[in-house]
């Protein structure tokens, strides 16, 4: 379990890098958008904001996944990002989904590998 834990991890890690620095660096070109995605992309563009949060986000939870610290709070910070990746490609691009159900999965699966952290989270006191 923990082999599949530091592989997932890590596959994780080089994913969020990868998208993150490739939209800071405009390192390669934006994928042709169609029909209600364009328009939905649109409105993310138009926020000015959300775009650069969520791929910062993703560089710092990136980089704690790569090294293996904070795992705990990057697992707990991207998950709002992942499930929004899920939805986003269940709804409006489905040809894409294999990857969202690995993001999606792969967060479950190493919060639950990390599970113990994050048992008082649910304690009623």
Not at 5 to 27: D, E, N, P, Q, V
Not at 53 to 74: N, P, Q, R, W
Not at 100 to 112: E, P, Y
């Amino acid at each position: 379990m923990k082999i599949a834990a530091i592989i997932i991890r890590t596959m994780l890690g080089l994913l969020f890098l990868y998208t993150s620095i490739s939209y800071f660096f405009h390192l390669t070109p934006e994928p042709v958008s169609t029909g209600e995605f364009k328009a939905f992309q649109l409105g993310l563009v138009a926020s000015m904001y959300l775009f650069p949060l969520a791929k910062a986000v993703e560089l710092l939870c990136g980089l704690s996944f790569i090294t293996g610290k904070y795992m705990t709070l990057a697992n707990i910070i991207i998950f709002p990002v992942t499930l929004n990746i899920l939805l986003i490609n269940y709804f409006l691009t489905p040809e894409n989904l294999p990857i969202a159900i690995f993001v999606f999965v792969g967060n479950i699966f190493l919060i639950f590998t990390h599970w113990e952290n994050y048992k008082g989270l649910f304690k009623a006191d």
